[in-house]
């Protein structure tokens, strides 16, 4: 999006993840939950520094009392793991579903008991991650490529959602991957390859209207130059069957 502001050719082609994988995270105990961000009242929350800009803007939303940072929570710097979960610094902690909630788990905790998570996605317009793109004087040149290009991105997603075991084994021969790593991982991604949009377009789909939603939210907030139309970001012609 901020490319495409700042006037480089770039189309986006196809999403392998249907939500932004981001959201926060929190240790269940002392009566804590994270099942929105009205939870972040009165709390410690603990966000890596490129995310401040939102933190209240999600507090906004909060439906029973609009929250703000300094004011109803505390905002402090992250790390990239959840250290301070584990050490009592932080209540909630910015993490990627797809990835830290991996290092609780080694510690024996389990989702749901232990833990718990909600996506900033449900509650602000961050759709889609992973996102194929290249520009549109290439596609237009080789649009071939691009076809064949997405259709294996897309091949692979489906095998890994019907056949999770054998992913699991092919991922974890790969160096540096530890099949317990991977068992944990391809599940919880699995989640955010699929959406309602996918059940009707197929996979790898990407809504305008809410990409539209997306443009116009970081163009209001400071984050993109300039807002655009979907249409000029945006070509799911390149996806299998169309």
Request: charged share 20%; net charge negative; with cysteine.
């Amino acid at each position: 999006m901020s490319s495409k502001a700042e006037g480089t050719d770039v189309i986006a082609v196809a999403a392998l993840l249907q939500k932004e994988p981001s959201g926060f995270l929190t240790l269940i105990k002392n009566g804590r939950r994270a099942q929105g961000p009205c939870d972040f009242d009165g709390r410690i929350v603990s966000m890596q520094t490129d995310g401040f800009w939102y933190v209240d803007l999600l507090g906004a939303v909060c439906p029973s009392k609009q929250l703000k940072s300094g004011r109803d929570f505390t905002l402090i710097p992250a790390g990239w793991t959840p250290d301070c979960l584990l050490s009592n610094q932080c209540d909630y902690y910015c993490a990627w579903s797809t990835n830290q909630p991996f290092v609780l788990n080694q510690q024996g905790m389990v989702e749901g008991k232990d833990y718990e998570m909600f996506l900033t996605a449900d509650y602000l317009p961050f759709y889609y991650a992973d996102v194929i793109v290249t520009s549109r004087a290439y596609a237009t040149e080789h649009p071939e490529v691009v076809r064949a290009f997405v259709a294996a991105a897309v091949k692979g997603m489906q095998f890994v959602l019907d056949n999770p075991n054998k992913a699991v084994e092919i991922a974890s021969s790969s160096p540096g991957v530890e099949r317990e790593h991977a068992a944990w991982r391809i599940p919880a991604q699995n989640k955010l390859v699929v959406s309602e949009d996918t059940k009707e377009h197929g996979l790898g789909y990407m809504d305008l209207e809410k990409v539209q939603a997306m443009i116009d939210f970081l163009a209001a907030n400071g984050q993109i130059k300039t807002g655009f139309r979907a249409e000029e970001v945006i070509d799911n012609s390149f996806l299998p069957g169309r």
